[in-house]
């Protein structure tokens, strides 16, 4: 069901990259197509991996991104998810939270002691994050000027 993905998979997931991004950040259409190769890429060039999670048909459902991010205060390594995404009818059946559990297998192999990830705060994902024991790390606010 999850395993890492295919050449093939890469062409898949690429080719919704805006809609991944611009759902992750909660609005529509304001992070291109371009911009959102650019992202992934860099990702990717830096050793990220695509865990991929395969129907029964083995077409793909969803996709989580992980890889390495430092943190810039203390300078140490740690996993970090980059994207989580599930194809918008394959939702509701519990396809996240298989793949999070692969990118945390994915952290303890890889020998870190801690796995994070960027959610804004108003997500319905984050429930998900939840029950699975992330907490709150930090809060980035904003206001309109």
Do not use: C
């Not at 898949?12 to 611009?22: E, G, P």
Request: no cysteine; proline share 1%; net charge neutral.
């Amino acid at each position: 069901m999850i395993g890492l993905a295919t050449d093939h998979d890469v062409q898949f997931i690429l080719a919704r990259a805006k809609d991944s991004a611009n759902e992750g950040v909660l609005q529509q259409n304001v992070i291109s197509q371009d911009q959102a190769l650019q992202m992934v890429w860099l990702i990717l060039e830096q050793g990220g991996y695509y865990f991929v999670y395969r129907n029964v048909d083995q077409s793909v459902a969803g996709w989580i991104l992980v890889g390495e991010n430092i943190d810039h205060i203390t300078n140490q390594p740690h996993a970090f998810i980059f994207e989580l995404y599930v194809l918008p009818a394959y939702r509701n059946h519990g396809i996240a939270k298989h793949l999070l559990h692969a990118a945390i297998t994915y952290g303890k192999k890889r020998g870190y002691n801690e796995i994070r990830l960027n959610v804004f705060a108003n997500n319905f994902a984050k429930k998900i994050y939840q029950h699975l024991g992330f907490q709150d790390f930090q809060t980035i606010m904003a206001k309109k000027l």
